[in-house]
């Protein structure tokens, strides 16, 4: 099995991914450090790029713009429902973190064999996770967060949409990957809340 790299990258410490299956390279929310997560995607034995995106808040695509020039990336996939919020001026954290620059057009996912989108509003409206079986490894970005989930009240929020779901999520066990460190669900009973236990030090898969 191919290893997947966990970079940690902003002033936030968002986690992005970069998950080499075959010859493409996904690249999962490169939020920062543009410089770091080109190095490290240039060390992969990839001849093509996608960017997926968890959700359109600038601490995700900081560094969009970047990547995806110098990586020539093929796709940016976002869920549309996050489209308007991706290129609005209003999506920043001054003064750390001003409008991502230099940002090309996102597309609708795209799935494919290699993964598949869960729609999970509530974070954001077009708030997804992205579900890759070969490892397994569920990616949920700021949806849920060890032992809680996300919060609500940044644009795009809504608690009642995010709380809805979470429940019945699927039964499997996976692991997921967060924001930061590793969550593993055991069991999602339907329409229950997961239970989630946090394991933050023992990331297996963390390169740096
Ligand atoms: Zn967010």
């Known amino acids: 099995m191919t290893d997947f790299i966990i970079q940690s990258v902003g002033m936030l410490e968002v986690n992005c991914m970069l998950v080499p299956v075959g010859k ?35 601490d995700h695509i ?9 990586l020539k990336a093929k796709a940016v996939y976002l869920h549309r429902n996050d489209h308007e919020l991706y290129s609005s001026p209003a999506n920043c954290l001054r003064p ?4 991502a620059k230099n940002l090309p057009p996102p597309t609708h996912f795209v799935e494919n064999e290699d993964f598949s989108v869960i729609e999970t509003p509530g974070h954001t409206q077009g708030c997804v996770c992205l579900y890759f079986k070969q490892f397994p490894a569920l990616f949920v970005g700021d949806t849920i967060f060890a032992g809680s989930v996300g919060r609500t009240d940044l644009p795009g929020g809504n608690q009642e949409h995010l709380h809805s779901e979470c429940s019945g999520s699927r039964g499997d066990d996976v692991t997921q990957f967060s924001r930061k460190g590793k969550i593993r669900v055991r069991k999602c009973e339907p329409r229950g809340r997961a239970r989630v236990s946090a394991h933050p030090q023992s990331v297996p898969h963390r390169h740096t």
């Open 96 to 99: 750390w973190f001003p409008p």
């Open 24 to 58: 493409t390279l996904y690249i999962i929310d490169p939020g920062g450090d543009a410089a770091k997560i080109i190095k490290l995607a240039k060390s992969q034995d990839c001849s093509e790029t996608i960017i997926l995106l968890t959700h359109a808040h600038v």
């Open 62 to 70: 900081g560094a969009v713009g970047a990547v995806a020039t110098t």
